[in-house]
């Protein structure tokens, strides 16, 4: 039973366009909503979170949008760029104990 | 720097040999975790710490052991490794009560 769902395994734009991955969740106990980004051969690095009693976050060109009501999160990236490229995993937690999605491939092209 | 080192990365053995994979945090931190990483799955907790000697079942620990004897080591056994096992491994690890992780680079394991 996935707690956290990506349902689209990848996504393909243009550079300087933006990128809108999504996310959605079953549990409304979940009180901070994560991104994370995967190169090949590393491990996921943190992106950017957001707090549940927050509906929007910005850290430069990537914002986080949380809508509670719908249990969903998006994660817009603007521009992209071809070093976006990775797979971005979406994650909901409630202290440490973290759920995650199964992953959206990015591919940003030139 | 601060990181979480898992060894080995890569590792191809056969069913049934027991074997280790180590994770390693200069951070302190209490909290520890492994998962594993599968295509369509997404990454999936196997067993977590949140200290030493205090190890509890994620949510795929069949066929898996941890213990936690030192705060800064978590290793992962496979006792008696299967096919179904052949996965991507991250360990990881944080401040209890924290909301976020720091993983390790990830151990590709192959049972033949």
């Known amino acids: 039973d996935q707690q956290v769902k990506q349902n689209s395994p990848s996504l393909s734009v243009q550079e300087g366009r933006i990128s809108i991955l999504n996310c959605d969740y079953t549990?409304?106990?979940?009180?901070?909503f994560l991104w994370y980004k995967k190169y090949p051969a590393e491990g996921p690095t943190f992106l950017i979170s957001i707090s549940s009693i927050k509906d929007k976050n910005e850290d430069g060109r990537f914002t986080v949008f949380l809508n509670k009501s719908a249990k969903h999160l998006s994660l817009h990236i603007v521009p992209s760029q071809p070093g976006d490229s990775a797979v971005y995993f979406c994650a909901a937690s409630l202290h440490n104990d973290m759920r995650f999605g199964a992953g959206t491939r990015l591919t940003v092209k030139p | 720097e601060a990181q979480v080192t898992q060894n080995p990365r890569y590792l191809i053995t056969v069913t049934g040999k027991k074997l280790t994979v180590t994770c390693s945090q200069n951070m302190n931190h209490e909290y520890m975790s492994w998962y594993r990483q599968d295509p369509g799955l997404g990454l999936r907790q196997i067993y977590y710490s949140m200290n030493v000697e205090v190890t509890d079942k994620g949510d795929v620990p069949e066929g898996y052991k941890v213990s936690r004897k030192e705060k800064r080591n978590f290793p992962l056994i496979l006792e008696s490794p299967s096919p179904n096992q052949t996965s991507l491994y991250f360990c990881?690890?944080?401040?209890?009560?924290?909301?976020?992780?720091?993983f390790g680079s990830g151990t590709r394991l192959t049972v033949v």
């Open positions: 549990n409304s106990m979940f009180d901070y």
């Open positions: 990881a690890s944080s401040w209890l009560g924290a909301n976020g992780y720091t």
